[in-house]
Every structure is written in structure tokens, then in C-alpha cells.
């Protein structure tokens, strides 16, 4: 409900005049919204239409990233250029593109074949895409993540400091506050298990090192004919594979009770494409360590970044805490049953 609120109060910032559509080069019969972009039928055939909310370098390094991977993985988004041979058009301050439309059904988490699917799919774009470079700073990860981790516990420690000074604490307050302090243990512990690991060494192996898609949600991959299809790369940067890993591993089990058997379907069948050696699933254990679903509630709330409810932030707090024994075992049984 909320997301489909956000949504709609989003897309009603679009300009849908038809002078911006002739840039283009089209002619637009209808347009329906999907999530945040809008579905244009037109004489060309069916298009995705999108505003933008980055700026054009970090649109350029998607449109190369594509550009690269797409000889050897074309399964992946195509920009449209305009009538000037631009893959954008700045119309009344805002830059919109429009894009091809990548035909598929929603990748079906729930289902082992689509997982499975899903998971070959990322390995064959991750060999795809090795050996891609970029100057931008904030697309490059690679090396940084221990640093992150530091930084995540001083965010923690400062949502502590606001809760505690609140005179009447919300509900919200009164479970982060007893909830924080475990968090902060378990983000030291990644801390320590990647400075004892070869995570380093890792990030200095050519092959290692990949476009990472970086937001592997369900809808952002489409399943067509038996293969994997990726859409929506604004969140795309340089880092290990098992970055990625970690960010699909997580999205696909933490609404399945942290089903280890989810987690080893997902490594073994990107292995049949691409490979993983010891030393990198000691990374993503690590990674996995991280609680990413408390860290980025939290700071959801204390920085104001969603436009939630109270209630809606203290609901999904609430489920994210639930689960913490759930995850503990995940945890233990990753280690028992892939790493050994």
C-alpha cells in the first residue's frame, strides 16, 4: 500500500506533453504508469518512458555499462536516442529517457526454477561484464566495504544519541534503543571477518571484480523463454561479485523464514555459469553478516528519508526484529553447510 502511494504521488511529477514525446521522434497512443515509469504505446511499439533522478555521468555510465556487457549478455536494457542522437532530453528542468521494452514475467522468488534461472542469468552478466571501468568514485565499491561497515556503526551510535535525547520516546525509539546495541556487534563481527579474510587480496583480482547490478529485487528481473532478462540499473556499480550475491541472497530469503536451502540454489546454479572459490564465500558470509534490513529502517526513520507513517516504520521495525533468531540460524547453517 505504501509503495503504491509513493508511487503514484511520484509520477504525477512526470511531464506527459506531446512536444516531449516528438523529441523523440514519437508518435504516443497511450500511456500507462508501471511502478515509477510509464508503458507508451506508439508508432514505434511499446516503450518505457522515465525521469530521471541522477545526473547525466552516472546516466552515461549505465548507458556504457549496457553498451559493454551487451555482445556477450544482450539480455539487458536499450536506451532510445532522440531526434539529436542523445540517450536523454532535459524538458523543463527534468531529464527524462525512454527506453526499450524488455518483455519477461516477474522473477517468482518464491519458485525454485525462476531462482535458479535468475541466479544463472547473474553469472553469465557478471562474466559479461568483467573488465568494465568507470571514473565516477560513488560507482566504484570495490575496496571500500570495511570502511562502509565503520561508518554504519558511527550512523547507528548517532540514531542512538537522537533516540535517547527524545523526552517522550516513540515505540520506534524504545526498540531501536534495545535492539541497537546487538546490530552494532554484529556489524564489528563483518568488520572482523573481512580484515581476517582475503577480501584485500580479492579486490585486486581482475576477475573478481564486476558490474554489479546492486538492486536485485524481483521485479528488476524478468524471466522470458527459460532465461533471465535485467532491468533498472540506476543502482549499478563496480564491486566483487559476491556483492551482488549478497544483495539477491538477501532480498529473496528474508521473506522466506532465512531458508538456507534458497541461499544454496542461488550459489549453486551461478556456479554452473560463472565460479566462486572459497575465499570469496568467506567474503559473502561476511557480507551476509551485515544487518542491512535494521541498518537501513533505522536510518529510514532518524534521517527522515521516507515519507512513512509512524506506524508504517514501527511495523516493518517490528518484522525486521522478528526475524533475528531466524537469521542467526541462517547464519550458522551458511557457515556449517557452504562454507565447510
Not at 536523454?88 to 514475467?105: A, E, K, L, Q, S
Not at 544463472?120 to 562474466?127: Q, S, T, V
Not at 516513540?170 to 579474510?197: A, P, V, W
Amino acid at each position: 500500500m505504501i509503495d503504491r502511494y509513493s508511487e503514484k504521488k511520484y509520477l504525477t511529477g512526470y511531464d506527459l506533453c506531446v512536444e516531449l514525446f516528438d523529441r523523440f521522434d514519437l508518435k504516443v497512443y497511450d500511456v500507462i504508469p508501471i511502478r515509477k515509469v510509464y508503458m507508451v504505446s506508439s508508432d514505434k511499439g511499446k516503450k518505457i518512458f522515465k525521469k530521471l533522478e541522477y545526473t547525466l555521468d552516472e546516466l552515461n555510465f549505465i548507458n556504457e555499462l549496457l553498451t559493454y556487457v551487451r555482445s556477450k549478455f544482450p539480455r539487458v536494457v536499450n536506451f532510445v536516442e532522440n531526434k539529436e542522437g542523445d540517450i536523454y532530453t532535459i524538458w523543463n528542468g527534468d531529464m527524462y529517457c525512454i527506453m526499450d521494452v524488455v518483455y519477461g514475467r516477474e522473477c517468482n522468488f518464491s519458485n525454485p526454477i525462476d531462482l535458479s534461472i535468475a541466479a544463472e542469468g547473474l553469472g553469465e552478466f557478471h562474466l559479461a561484464s568483467e573488465g568494465f571501468k568507470t571514473n565516477i568514485k560513488n560507482k566504484y565499491n570495490n575496496g571500500k566495504l570495511i570502511d562502509i561497515f565503520n561508518r554504519r556503526i558511527q550512523e547507528i551510535e548517532f540514531f542512538q544519541n537522537i533516540a535517547n535525547i527524545h523526552e517522550k520516546k516513540t515505540e520506534f525509539d524504545e526498540i531501536f534503543i534495545k535492539n541497537s546495541s546487538y546490530y552494532i556487534e554484529q556489524i564489528k563481527k563483518s568488520e572482523s571477518m573481512l580484515e581476517e579474510s582475503y577480501y584485500y587480496k580479492l579486490c585486486s583480482e581482475e576477475d573478481k571484480i564486476v558490474v554489479c547490478h546492486h538492486d536485485l529485487a524481483y521485479h528488476n528481473i524478468l524471466i522470458n523463454n527459460n532465461e533471465a532478462y535485467f532491468v533498472d540499473f540506476d543502482y549499478a556499480i563496480i564491486d566483487l561479485k559476491v556483492h551482488d550475491l549478497c544483495n539477491f541472497i538477501n532480498k529473496v530469503v528474508k521473506n522466506f523464514a532465512f531458508d538456507i536451502e534458497k541461499a544454496k540454489l542461488i550459489i549453486d546454479n551461478y556456479c554452473n555459469k560463472n565460479t566462486l572459490s572459497n575465499r570469496e564465500l568467506e567474503v559473502l558470509y561476511a557480507m551476509l553478516n551485515f544487518p542491512n534490513d535494521f541498518y537501513t529502517i533505522s536510518r529510514d526513520y532518524y534521517t527522515k528519508r521516507k515519507d512513512w507513517r509512524e506506524e508504517i516504520f514501527l511495523d516493518r521495525l517490528k518484522r525486521k526484529i522478528r526475524y533475528k533468531e531466524d537469521r542467526e540460524e541462517f547464519l550458522e547453517e551458511f557457515k556449517n553447510k557452504i562454507l565447510n
